[in-house]
């Protein structure tokens, strides 16, 4: 490695995107090191400053402080996952311990807490703005949380924590991606009975990357689902469900069960620390909901009736079984199997007819033109940006005053990255100093096909990514820390959410749904087949998806989280809720990484459900103006997307709707209202 380092020195590339090209893992290492030397410099000046306490030379000079760090930071935490390989994992799993520390330094430096405590004291004569008042507030309350009032000794431990914490959510990621990794199902032409074309492309291309004939079903969502929905196979079907279940169970250097019960009481005793009764306690207390007690309320509202809805479509299902000369009970590999034949016989709608009009080209197309129509951004495809894999496509995002940021999108599944699908970003919004435009980029695991079809949950997942990075992308604000998704987590989906709608309006599918081979649009009879089927099988999937939020919940409420046999916990967990044997908990605990590969949604998995009320309630602002795209509702809709955190959220959604939300809408549209 020679003395040049490009993450260290001034990137002259259109717009200041990575010069993805130029950077090996082996730059990270000494750029870390400098840009954390940098920071800790910074700190040291803002707390030994011999001047008064001040808004400016404290909270702004903190908000300026760590850019470095955060621009080196931003471009290894995403290559990490997006484009993985073993030497990134290598250098997570040594570097993720030394962030974490690092940021306890700054979070319990006591001089910079004296300052900011003595501000926050006087906030009231300090003459702030609304969003300078708020910084101040969220700054302060910070500091709170990460223990800075604490004493030493507690202080002390709260930073071996964090060190550990880092190292048990890195290692608990990278566990479940080897699993994913080096799994595969190997087929046979004659294995592939019922099995459409477009997931033979896909099990095709999925042998090939991995250098074997014929066909491999992996544990790519976009490829083991419709495996799982159309293989006529019932012992293929159970081997496949089977292992996508098992993720993160395997006895060995990469079980992920063990990790779980030091996690949560590590957690735990954070949480004690603070003064919190649990970790659920802690983390709820700083959430729109407020309190565990009224996200398990929420939970509580619809679990009963989707396991009512969820009875019913089990008759059905069976049914169909029966007549298809099946005898025996229903399990968790054949729900989908017989979902999509009673889908077919009960609304004459066939995935396999309606994929054909999902090329991946399209609904992208559609996601940009709704953005286009509702807060007028165009999307200019930018060839001459680097990107970091040939399957990313850059595009310059402007409006009618010019340039807004850059979008970067990698929907294509390969075997080093992580799975699902999420936003993220390479630079955040901010106009302190001087303008600085966001670099936003999506992710999804589309299976690699020619063309890539996708199938209408695959068109709305793009949908919702696309929501997330016009949160970032149109966030207008002062401050680094207030920027477009840094809000509360039971608000941060309510963009994602509520862009979900344009996707299902018939106009959209009309005008975006073209067969991939012939150009004609969708018929309408097909649509409205597809509308028509929408709550289909909506009791299997908010079974499926709630069984994960209340095990969350229960799991970072546990009184004694190191005593938990996580095997046992889930069995036991499970059996009393209820939970349908021949549906199958979204995550299980061993492979939940949204809990135990980070922190972010740990006793906040239940935050989509918190969001699916205001999305749910907020469309209906649209619905009520009779336009999906009154200019009127779409500049409301703006401006809360643009707010970032400047303001409490709930504000937000009163000033986007007019008034609080109500969960009768949600209830609605998962057709549990009268469940």
């Given at each position: 490695?020679t003395d040049h380092?490009?993450?260290?020195e001034p990137?002259?590339?259109?717009f200041?995107?990575?010069?993805?090209?130029?950077?090996l893992?082996?730059?990270?290492?000494?750029?870390?090191a400098?840009?954390?030397e940098?920071?800790l410099?910074e700190?040291a000046?803002i707390?030994?400053?011999?001047?008064?306490?001040?808004f400016?030379?404290?909270?702004?000079a903190?908000q300026r402080?760590?850019?470095?760090?955060?621009?080196?930071?931003?471009?290894?935490?995403?290559?990490?996952?997006?484009?993985g390989?073993?030497a990134?994992?290598a250098?997570?799993?040594?570097l993720s311990?030394?962030?974490?520390?690092?940021?306890m330094?700054?979070?319990?430096?006591?001089?910079?807490?004296?300052?900011?405590d003595?501000?926050?004291?006087r906030?009231?004569?300090?003459?702030?703005?609304?969003?300078q008042?708020?910084?101040?507030?969220?700054t302060?309350?910070g500091?709170?949380r990460?223990?800075?009032?604490?004493?030493?000794?507690?202080k002390?431990?709260?930073?071996a924590?964090?060190?550990?914490?880092a190292v048990?959510h890195?290692?608990f990621?990278?566990?479940?991606l080897?699993d994913?990794?080096?799994w595969h199902l190997p087929?046979?032409?004659?294995?592939?009975d019922?099995?459409?074309?477009?997931?033979?492309?896909?099990?095709?291309?999925?042998?090939?990357?991995?250098?074997?004939a014929?066909y491999?079903?992996?544990?790519s969502?976009?490829?083991?689902?419709p495996?799982?929905a159309f293989s006529?196979r019932?012992?293929?079907?159970?081997?496949?469900?089977?292992?996508w279940a098992?993720?993160?169970?395997?006895?060995g250097?990469h079980d992920?069960?063990?990790?779980i019960?030091?996690?949560?009481?590590?957690?735990a005793?954070?949480?004690?620390?603070l003064?919190?009764?649990s970790?659920a306690a802690?983390?709820?207390?700083d959430?729109?909901?407020?309190t565990?007690?009224a996200a398990?309320?929420?939970?509580a509202e619809?679990w009963?009736?989707?396991?009512?809805k969820?009875?019913?479509?089990?008759?059905?299902l069976?049914?169909?079984?029966?007549?298809?000369?099946f005898?025996?009970?229903?399990a968790?590999?054949d729900?989908?199997y017989?979902?999509?034949?009673?889908?077919r016989?009960?609304?004459a709608?066939?995935e396999?007819?309606l994929?054909?009009?999902?090329a991946l080209?399209?609904i992208?197309?559609?996601?940009f033109?709704?953005?286009t129509?509702?807060?007028?951004l165009?999307?200019?495809?930018?060839?001459?940006l680097?990107?970091?894999?040939?399957?990313?496509?850059a595009?310059?995002v402007?409006?009618?005053?010019?340039h807004?940021?850059?979008?970067l999108a990698?929907?294509a599944a390969r075997?080093?990255?992580?799975?699902?699908a999420?936003?993220?970003?390479?630079?955040?919004?901010e106009?302190?100093?001087?303008?600085?435009?966001?670099?936003i980029v999506?992710n999804?695991?589309f299976a690699?096909?020619?063309?890539t079809?996708l199938?209408?949950d695959?068109a709305e997942?793009?949908f919702?990514?696309?929501?997330?990075?016009?949160h970032?992308l149109?966030?207008?604000?002062?401050y680094p820390?207030?920027?477009?998704t840094?809000?509360?987590?039971d608000?941060v989906e309510?963009?994602?959410?509520?862009?979900?709608h344009?996707?299902?309006?018939?106009?959209?599918?009309?005008?975006?749904?073209?067969?991939?081979?012939?150009?004609?649009?969708v018929?309408d009879?097909?649509v409205?087949?597809?509308?028509?089927?929408?709550?289909?099988?909506e009791?299997?999937?908010t079974?499926e998806?709630?069984?994960?939020?209340?095990?969350?919940?229960?799991?970072?409420?546990?009184?004694a989280?190191?005593?938990?046999?996580?095997d046992?916990?889930?069995?036991d967990f499970?059996?009393?809720?209820?939970?349908?044997a021949?549906?199958?908990?979204?995550?299980r605990p061993?492979?939940?990484?949204?809990?135990f590969?980070g922190?972010?949604?740990?006793?906040?998995?239940?935050?989509?459900?918190w969001?699916?009320?205001?999305?749910?309630?907020?469309?209906g602002?649209?619905q009520?103006?009779?336009?999906?795209?009154d200019?009127?509702?779409?500049?409301?809709?703006r401006?809360?997307l643009?707010?970032g955190?400047t303001?409490?959220p709930?504000?937000l959604?009163?000033?986007?709707r007019?008034r609080a939300?109500?969960?009768?809408?949600?209830l609605?549209?998962?057709?549990?209202?009268?469940?």
């Amino acid at each position: 490695m020679t003395d040049h380092n490009p993450l260290l020195e001034p990137w002259t590339t259109p717009f200041g995107v990575p010069p993805f090209g130029s950077i090996l893992p082996g730059h990270f290492p000494a750029a870390f090191a400098a840009a954390m030397e940098e920071h800790l410099g910074e700190i040291a000046a803002i707390g030994t400053d011999p001047e008064p306490p001040g808004f400016a030379n404290t909270i702004e000079a903190l908000q300026r402080s760590g850019r470095a760090l955060a621009r080196v930071g931003g471009v290894f935490s995403n290559l990490a996952v997006s484009l993985g390989g073993e030497a990134l994992e290598a250098l997570d799993r040594d570097l993720s311990p030394v962030l974490a520390q690092h940021g306890m330094r700054v979070s319990l430096d006591p001089g910079v807490f004296k300052r900011v405590d003595a501000l926050h004291r006087r906030r009231d004569s300090l003459g702030l703005a609304e969003d300078q008042m708020r910084l101040l507030d969220r700054t302060h309350l910070g500091f709170i949380r990460s223990g800075a009032a604490l004493a030493a000794k507690a202080k002390a431990r709260m930073t071996a924590i964090s060190g550990r914490l880092a190292v048990l959510h890195t290692a608990f990621g990278q566990n479940v991606l080897h699993d994913e990794k080096t799994w595969h199902l190997p087929l046979e032409e004659h294995e592939l009975d019922g099995l459409p074309d477009f997931v033979r492309a896909g099990a095709s291309q999925a042998a090939a990357e991995r250098g074997i004939a014929g066909y491999a079903i992996t544990l790519s969502r976009s490829l083991i689902e419709p495996f799982l929905a159309f293989s006529a196979r019932r012992d293929l079907r159970q081997v496949a469900y089977e292992a996508w279940a098992a993720r993160g169970t395997h006895p060995g250097p990469h079980d992920n069960r063990p990790l779980i019960p030091e996690i949560l009481a590590l957690r735990a005793e954070r949480a004690g620390l603070l003064g919190y009764p649990s970790f659920a306690a802690f983390r709820l207390a700083d959430t729109m909901a407020g309190t565990p007690e009224a996200a398990e309320a929420l939970l509580a509202e619809v679990w009963e009736p989707a396991k009512r809805k969820a009875a019913a479509e089990r008759e059905r299902l069976l049914a169909a079984a029966r007549a298809d000369g099946f005898s025996g009970t229903l399990a968790a590999w054949d729900w989908r199997y017989y979902a999509e034949k009673v889908r077919r016989a009960d609304y004459a709608l066939d995935e396999t007819e309606l994929k054909p009009y999902f090329a991946l080209e399209n609904i992208q197309r559609a996601a940009f033109d709704t953005a286009t129509r509702l807060f007028g951004l165009t999307f200019v495809p930018r060839d001459d940006l680097p990107v970091y894999h040939p399957d990313v496509r850059a595009y310059e995002v402007r409006d009618a005053e010019g340039h807004v940021g850059i979008f970067l999108a990698d929907h294509a599944a390969r075997a080093d990255k992580r799975s699902g699908a999420w936003m993220s970003s390479y630079r955040d919004q901010e106009d302190m100093d001087a303008p600085v435009s966001p670099i936003i980029v999506n992710n999804n695991n589309f299976a690699k096909s020619e063309p890539t079809l996708l199938s209408f949950d695959d068109a709305e997942t793009l949908f919702h990514e696309f929501g997330h990075a016009l949160h970032g992308l149109l966030s207008r604000v002062r401050y680094p820390a207030q920027s477009g998704t840094s809000v509360r987590r039971d608000f941060v989906e309510l963009p994602s959410q509520i862009y979900e709608h344009w996707i299902a309006l018939p106009e959209t599918l009309r005008r975006y749904a073209l067969h991939h081979e012939t150009g004609a649009p969708v018929p309408d009879a097909l649509v409205a087949r597809l509308l028509a089927a929408r709550g289909f099988n909506e009791g299997f999937g908010t079974v499926e998806y709630t069984s994960a939020a209340l095990i969350d919940m229960a799991l970072h409420s546990h009184p004694a989280p190191e005593t938990i046999d996580i095997d046992t916990f889930e069995r036991d967990f499970l059996a009393g809720i209820g939970m349908p044997a021949d549906i199958g908990i979204r995550h299980r605990p061993a492979h939940f990484q949204h809990l135990f590969a980070g922190g972010g949604y740990a006793a906040g998995y239940y935050s989509y459900l918190w969001s699916e009320v205001l999305d749910a309630d907020g469309f209906g602002a649209f619905q009520e103006a009779g336009d999906p795209f009154d200019p009127a509702t779409a500049a409301r809709l703006r401006h809360l997307l643009s707010a970032g955190d400047t303001r409490d959220p709930m504000r937000l959604y009163v000033d986007f709707r007019g008034r609080a939300p109500s969960t009768a809408a949600l209830l609605r549209s998962r057709g549990l209202a009268a469940a």
